[in-house]
């Protein structure tokens, strides 16, 4: 009895292994860390006593690396071939605060800082990280690293095949917990992790099993792109950025929970947003692909999915608003089925692609989502495409798709929506079965399109409308040549239900628009984010009412004079036109932490103890970087970034809504946070009223109703200091800016 009970416990402990390594022994070879001079005291580095134990292994042809309980205090261990590494229960490799004793695997040995991890396997094959114990990367940040914060990845594995992650726990990764490049044959099975960056992220990466993972993260949980053979399944995911953003042909992503927002909050902003649900990134160049050839996403399929809080359930994008579009080669076919999404945001499923390289088939089956509404068509004026903005629908929209089909799709929203539930633009073939959407008295025909070949409902060919326009609503503010404005239509249908075709002409220009109205009604439909290029007048057309728009010249944009001065340390752009400022500026790392990084527009020594600024923040480019960040920056010194003293800044991002960030005492880096609601309207006003070391934030969309989005104390905030509007990886538009003293 005993032997077969022998028995037992070693075939469990074989299947752990690597195949290559069970065809070679029928007993593993064990070889425990502590023979090797580890010790589990959390004090003394273990670093030698692991590295002897897996040299060992690998010269025996391989075997268990075993880590019995402790906690084991370590830089970088690389991992060999036919080595498995087993944490047994209680076991715990803690990564050391030494950022010294990290090494990095970067192709061509160049050293760089973002390869840095705390377990490595380069280059080898059969390889194993398993059992119960945990990985903890000690939070180890480095100044050096991705946005000058970023630390060493907690278990890394490049250029590998045959590579088994199974019951682990990584927690307080410095960057990401577990990240593959050029791997194939990759099982990943019950891991868990907490905070750091991404859960997993994986790039040229073919055949691999992810199953049952527990991941929390402080960006997003599953990452990457060059994905072939994927699957994943019975998971639940929650990011402070993506539940899931990939890339990659032939994925199925099934019976997964994806829910925000994230117990951990993301290690770059401090948000806790959970942008979408599902961001398709769609493949481009790849860097020296083994496994995966770069080739647009195709086969993506999503089945059984839940998602809960949620800003956008699915954004999929790569025309110019995208981000890395210059890297992106397109879209095939994209399927989602059994998709249930409660307490979405405001922004749509979005679908975007370039006129020249169209989506080629989104399929949507059996989706049904609830979304936060309590928008009206004109709030979508101005701003922008971004999975976190307020766009001209509330459920669904698609740019340049060649063929959509939604069928047993129910869209509706918590409070009240003016907006349309469907909004196509340049869509071949429109495909509705048992489409649902909930509208409210007054709002805007659930389907809208601008330009669309063909309508099918319910296995029919839509009929086509006979309407009358009976007016045409002007923009209440003045227009300015150049600028984005908005045109509204009144009509009614005369005869039977059907697809009504109401294009707007606007000088030579037409704008294409139809939509969807039942039998005899009568609606307002909105054009948004109208330009004309000219000063002057602008004929508008139709039906048979005929108007002209008074169109006013734009002033001419000089450079910024006094009492005005500006700074940056980005690429950046500055105009002023009398009370009209612009700034344009990029850049590679946040202003949260240490990136530092902005384009400034800034008065010397304004803002005395008690005062009060305030500003009008525009999108003029509707430009919408997920990372953008402009507003109000207060600083003793903003020509002298990363010095020590009083720093606040109030800002808008398409990401996150307004908030305030402030410095620590003595630190000059931006180290705390407060936010508002995680979505922006733009235009806007931002105020911050110092009373002292005392700093209280709102904001308002009219100038009249504010909201607080914050109170902080900085205790460096002595006497006056410098006061300005800045932005960084945005452009904006900033009115309105005044200091008033109390």
Same mark, same amino acid.
């Given at each position: 009895?005993?032997?077969?009970?022998?028995?037992?416990?070693?075939?469990?402990?074989?299947?752990?292994?690597?195949?290559?390594?069970?065809?070679?022994?029928?007993t593993p070879k064990s070889f425990d860390v502590t023979q090797y001079?580890?010790?589990?005291?959390?004090?003394?580095?273990?670093?030698?006593?692991?590295?002897?134990?897996?040299?060992?292994?690998?010269?025996?042809?391989?075997?268990?690396?075993?880590?019995?309980?402790?906690?084991?205090?370590?830089?970088?261990?690389?991992?060999?071939?036919?080595?498995?590494?087993?944490?047994?229960?209680?076991?715990?490799?803690?990564?050391?605060?030494?950022?010294?004793?990290?090494?990095?695997?970067?192709?061509?040995?160049?050293?760089?800082?973002?390869?840095?991890?705390?377990?490595?396997?380069?280059?080898?094959?059969?390889?194993?990280?398993?059992?119960?114990?945990?990985?903890?990367?000690?939070?180890?940040?480095?100044?050096?690293g991705e946005e000058h914060i970023r630390g060493p990845h907690a278990?890394?594995?490049?250029?590998?095949?045959?590579?088994?992650?199974?019951?682990?726990?990584?927690?307080?990764?410095?960057?990401?917990?577990?990240?593959?490049?050029?791997?194939?044959?990759?099982?990943?099975?019950?891991?868990?992790?907490?905070?750091?960056?991404?859960?997993?992220?994986?790039?040229?990466?073919?055949?691999?099993?992810?199953?049952?993972?527990?991941?929390?993260?402080?960006?997003?949980?599953?990452?990457?792109?060059?994905?072939?053979?994927?699957?994943?399944?019975?998971?639940?995911?929650?990011?402070?950025?993506?539940? $899931?953003?990939?890339?990659?042909?032939?994925?199925?992503?099934?019976?997964?929970?994806?829910?925000?927002?994230?117990?951990?909050?993301?290690?770059?902003?401090?948000?806790?947003?959970?942008?979408?649900?599902?961001?398709?990134?769609?493949?481009?160049?790849?860097?020296?692909?083994?496994?995966?050839?770069?080739?647009?996403?195709?086969?993506?399929?999503?089945?059984?999915?839940?998602?809960?809080?949620?800003?956008?359930?699915?954004?999929?994008?790569?025309?110019?608003?995208?981000?890395?579009?210059?890297?992106?080669?397109?879209?095939?076919?994209?399927?989602?089925?059994?998709?249930?999404?409660?307490?979405?945001?405001?922004? %749509?499923?979005?679908?975007?692609?370039?006129?020249?390289?169209?989506?080629?088939?989104? $399929?949507?089956?059996?989706?049904?989502?609830?979304?936060?509404?309590?928008?009206?068509?004109?709030?979508?004026?101005?701003?922008?495409?971004?999975?976190?903005?307020?766009?001209?629908?509330?459920?669904?929209?698609?740019?340049?798709?060649?063929?959509?089909?939604?069928?047993?799709?129910?869209?509706?929203?918590?409070?009240?929506?003016?907006?349309?539930?469907?909004?196509?633009?340049?869509?071949?073939?429109?495909?509705?079965?048992?489409?649902?959407?909930?509208?409210?008295?007054?709002?805007?025909?659930?389907?809208?399109?601008?330009?669309?070949?063909?309508?099918?409902?319910?296995?029919?060919?839509?009929?086509?409308?006979?309407?009358?326009?009976?007016?045409?609503?002007?923009?209440?503010?003045?227009?300015?040549?150049?600028?984005?404005?908005?045109?509204?239509?009144?009509?009614?249908?005369?005869?039977?239900?059907?697809?009504?075709?109401?294009?707007?002409?606007?000088?030579?220009?037409?704008?294409?628009?139809?939509?969807?109205?039942?039998?005899?009604?009568?609606?307002?439909?909105?054009?948004?984010?109208?330009?004309?290029?000219?000063?002057?007048?602008?004929?508008?057309?139709?039906?048979?009412?005929?108007?002209?728009?008074?169109?006013?010249?734009?002033?001419?944009?000089?450079?910024?004079?006094?009492?005005?001065?500006?700074?940056?340390?980005?690429?950046?752009?500055?105009?002023?036109?009398?009370?009209?400022?612009?700034?344009?500026?990029?850049?590679?790392?946040?202003?949260?932490?240490?990136?530092?990084?902005?384009?400034?527009?800034?008065?010397?020594?304004?803002?005395?103890?008690?005062?009060?600024?305030?500003?009008?923040?525009?999108? %003029?480019?509707?430009?919408?970087?997920?990372?953008?960040?402009?507003?109000?920056?207060?600083?003793?010194? $903003?020509?002298?970034?990363?010095?020590?003293?009083?720093?606040?800044?109030?800002?808008?991002?398409?990401?996150?809504?307004?908030?305030?960030?402030?410095?620590?005492?003595?630190?000059?880096?931006?180290?705390?946070?407060?936010?508002?609601?995680?979505?922006?309207?733009?235009?806007?006003?931002?105020?911050?009223?110092?009373?002292?070391?005392?700093? $209280?934030?709102?904001?308002?969309?009219?100038?009249?109703?504010?909201?607080?989005?914050?109170?902080?104390?900085?205790?460096?905030?002595?006497?006056?200091?410098?006061?300005?509007?800045?932005?960084?990886?945005?452009?904006?538009?900033?009115?309105?800016?005044?200091?008033?003293?109390?």
């Open positions: 009895m005993n032997r077969v009970k022998i028995g037992i416990f070693l075939s469990g402990l074989m299947l752990l292994l690597p195949a290559a390594q069970l065809a070679s022994a029928q001079g580890a010790t589990g005291d959390g004090v003394t580095s273990a670093t030698k006593g692991i590295t002897a134990a897996i040299e060992a292994s690998a010269s025996a042809g391989g075997g268990t690396v075993y880590v019995p309980a402790g906690t084991y205090v370590t830089g970088t261990i690389h991992l060999k071939s036919n080595v498995t590494l087993w944490l047994s229960s209680g076991a715990t490799l803690l990564g050391t605060k030494d950022i010294t004793a990290y090494q990095s695997v970067a192709p061509g040995g160049s050293g760089r800082d973002w390869y840095d991890a705390l377990i490595v396997a380069k280059d080898v094959h059969d390889v194993a990280v398993v059992g119960p114990g945990i990985i903890d990367g000690n939070h180890v940040s480095n100044p050096n278990l890394l594995f490049f250029n590998t095949e045959n590579v088994t992650v199974r019951d682990v726990t990584i927690r307080n990764a410095g960057n990401y917990s577990l990240i593959l490049r050029h791997a194939e044959g990759v099982t990943i099975d019950g891991l868990k992790t907490l905070g750091g960056w991404d859960g997993i992220n994986m790039h040229d990466v073919k055949n691999a099993t992810i199953s049952n993972c527990r991941l929390s993260t402080g960006d997003d949980s599953l990452a990457g792109a060059y994905w072939e053979n994927v699957t994943v399944s019975n998971c639940i995911l929650n990011a402070a950025a993506n539940g $899931i953003r990939v890339g990659g042909r032939n994925v199925l992503i099934s019976d997964t929970i994806i829910y925000g927002p994230a117990k951990t909050a993301s290690g770059t902003s401090l948000r806790n947003v959970t942008e979408a649900g599902f961001q398709i990134l769609p493949n481009g160049s790849g860097n020296g692909n083994k496994y995966a050839a770069p080739s647009p996403v195709d086969n993506m399929v999503l089945s059984n999915i839940t998602m809960i809080n949620t800003g956008t359930p699915i954004y999929v994008a790569y025309s110019a608003d995208a981000p890395y579009s210059a890297r992106n080669l397109g879209v095939g076919r994209i399927i989602v089925n059994n998709l249930t999404a409660l307490q979405a945001g405001r922004t %749509p499923i979005y679908i975007s692609a370039p006129k020249d390289n169209p989506a080629k088939s989104i $399929i949507l089956t059996n989706v049904r989502i609830t979304f936060a509404g309590g928008e009206t068509p004109a709030q979508s004026e101005g701003q922008g495409f971004s999975p976190y903005s307020v766009l001209n629908s509330y459920g669904v929209f698609v740019r340049n798709v060649e063929s959509v089909e939604l069928h047993d799709v129910r869209v509706g929203s918590t409070v009240a929506d003016f907006r349309p539930a469907f909004f196509g633009e340049n869509v071949g073939l429109l495909e509705l079965d048992r489409f649902h959407a909930e509208r409210v008295p007054g709002g805007s025909p659930s389907i809208e399109a601008a330009g669309i070949g063909r309508l099918v409902i319910d296995g029919k060919q839509a009929a086509v409308a006979k309407v009358s326009v009976s007016a045409l609503k002007m923009p209440q503010a003045p227009v300015t040549a150049g600028d984005p404005f908005a045109i509204t239509e009144t009509i009614q249908n005369l005869g039977a239900e059907g697809l009504a075709e109401i294009p707007l002409q606007i000088g030579t220009q037409t704008v294409p628009r139809s939509v969807w109205l039942d039998s005899g009604e009568k609606t307002d439909v909105t054009f948004t984010n109208l330009q004309y290029a000219e000063a002057g007048e602008a004929p508008l057309h139709a039906g048979q009412l005929s108007k002209v728009l008074p169109v006013a010249q734009k002033n001419p944009a000089q450079p910024v004079s006094a009492p005005f001065k500006t700074f940056h340390n980005v690429t950046f752009a500055f105009d002023q036109s009398n009370n009209s400022f612009y700034i344009r500026a990029e850049g590679d790392s946040t202003v949260m932490h240490y990136g530092d990084q902005y384009g400034s527009i800034y008065l010397n020594q304004a803002l005395p103890p008690n005062s009060t600024v305030v500003v009008k923040v525009d999108n %003029p480019d509707l430009r919408s970087n997920w990372p953008g960040l402009s507003g109000i920056i207060v600083r003793d010194k $903003i020509d002298q970034p990363g010095r020590p003293g009083a720093y606040v800044i109030l800002g808008s991002s398409p990401a996150a809504g307004t908030y305030l960030e402030w410095a620590g005492h003595d630190s000059g880096v931006l180290n705390q946070h407060a936010e508002a609601e995680g979505f922006t309207i733009w235009p806007h006003w931002l105020k911050l009223h110092r009373q002292g070391t005392r700093f $209280i934030a709102s904001s308002s969309t009219d100038n009249v109703h504010w909201t607080q989005v914050g109170q902080c104390d900085v205790p460096d905030a002595t006497g006056a200091l410098d006061v300005g509007m800045f932005a960084f990886r945005s452009s904006n538009r900033f009115t309105e800016f005044a200091v008033s003293a109390q």
